[in-house]
């Protein structure tokens, strides 16, 4: 079997830093698609890849965009397989801004509360609609709660009353910045595949 030489291949991209970034910062695209700062935890939807270099404001930049960076730090435990993205952790060693690290983005979490169902399950015959007191001929809902439905058999037609609304943020896969090569603890640098929204 013949011997196979693998080389890394990486995509690089130009861009002008915006303030001083530490070498292998994860970065966010900040004005004009061509300008670039540390990411942090509010950034971390514009997440555009990793610094090669450390520099400082105003200056031209190459940035990973897609492909294998090694020691990258860590700002939370990072295990292989991991998705991450930015993150700020002032201690825990590595960059010294605090911004600039990584942090696991695994779980799809939806974040909100869904709007309690009131009103009332209307019936073919006697039906009285109302939002207080028990009359004859309905079945109220108050949340998941049935009442005033002793003795009901059939005839319910349809329900009438406050729809179910739900408000909350989910997992965006905008913040995506890379895969986890290797374990980490915090301040730790590790190897990532950069591959945004992956």
Sequence with gaps: MALVKVKTARIEEAFVSEEPIGQLAAVYISTGGRGIK???STTQHLV???ALARVLSGKVTR???HGIVSG???GAVVSAGDRVTCINLTSGGGLSSGKGKITPINTITPAGSVTRVSGFITLASGALLGTSGLWSGYIGIDGTTLFG???LISGVTGFTGEA???TGTAFNTQRVLAK???NGGIGSGIRVLVALGG
Excluded: K, Q
């Design 149 to 151: 439905h002793g003795g």
């Design 63 to 65: 940035v990973v965009t």
């Design 180 to 182: 986890a090569l290797d």
């Design 48 to 50: 555009g890849g990793i």
């Design 38 to 40: 540390e990411g942090d």
């Design 72 to 74: 990258v730090i860590c």
């Design 164 to 166: 179910p609304t739900f």
